[in-house]
């Protein structure tokens, strides 16, 4: 892996922004097309707290790091560049884009593929970051079946919370709802009363740990629950703010989950140019998921490459023989 410095300020065909599963599947379809790939990467993806990646085929539990590794090598082999740093700034220049990396490093793309996926947004609950990833988790698809028949706990964020714990229960007869600063409505009583499900009122003032493993929440008014599991739904908010100069902004994903960056099902976002894959815009898309819209997006983002290449062709097959014919002329 590289670091460039700024004599390898340059221009390429495309800059990809993150290299996660989506960044770096876009980079791979991309180098496989014979484009000048960058991917920009600060090494920081979300996924970094789990013990493995689940629910992706064939890699099924793949320590994230080591997945990351596999597919930085991929992406190389066929002559993609990854750049380890963290982009301060992202704008159009003329017909390219101007991309400027917080160690001053300058490139110049004709298409820029975003990836830098979301941040957890957590509940602010002493003690709860300190298990995060562990013994406070967040999909019942990504880490349920590890902690399926354990004491979990459902820590209440609002409307997505119930259907959490719904989710939840499917793995766990042992399951808590602990409402925080949230109410739940009569039906939603009734579900979780058919269901098993205990419901524990009032303020969550801290995750209770032992020896590093969760032992419980301890309330405002000083009882502590046992649990050894957390599951709460975070607030997710997409890594975009360096892109305002180029007009994207995050805005409220119609799931009421948090910010995301607006893109249609190829990848592409408002901005011409600028295609878009993975939680950046899609919240809730796991590795596999992520990955798919990284290669569809590279795909698309490759052909409307190839389109602006054959115009510029056929633009200068016309001038050449324009300039052909005149000298022809008697």
Known sequence: MRNFGEQAARAVDVVIIGGGAAGLS???????????????????????????????????????AELLAAGRDEVQRYGGEIVTGSVSD??????????????????????????????D?????????????????????????????????????????????????????????????SELTEEQEEQFAALGIDVVTGEVAAAEAADGNLTGLRMADGRVVPREVIAVATRMEARAGFLSELGLNAVEHPSGMGHHLPADQFGRSQVP???????????????????????TAGQHLNADLVAEDTRAAVERHRTNNRQSAARNQP
Request: charged content about 15%; overall charge neutral; hydrophobic content about 45%.
């Open 90 to 119: 992202a704008r159009r220049d003329e017909e390219w884009f101007a991309v400027t990396l917080t160690d001053g490093t300058r490139l110049r793309a004709r298409r820029l593929l975003i990836a830098t996926g979301l941040v």
């Open 26 to 64: 876009g980079a791979l379809i991309l180098a496989r097309s014979l484009r000048s790939v960058v991917v920009i990467d600060a090494g920081q993806p979300r996924n970094a707290p789990a013990d493995g990646v689940h629910g992706l085929l064939a890699r099924e539990g793949t320590p994230p």
């Open 273 to 295: 140019g600028v295609w878009l894959a993975g939680n950046v815009t899609d919240l809730t898309a796991q590795v596999g998921a992520a990955a798919a819209a990284g290669a």
């Open 121 to 181: 947004v957590l509940p602010d609950v002493a003690g709860l970051a300190q298990q995060w990833g562990h013994d406070v988790v967040h999909c019942p698809y990504c880490h349920g079946y590890e902690v399926r028949g354990r004491a979990i706990g459902i820590l209440a964020t609002g409307a997505p919370s119930v259907h959490h714990a719904l989710l939840f229960r499917q793995l766990s007869a042992d399951l808590v709802y602990f409402t925080h600063h």
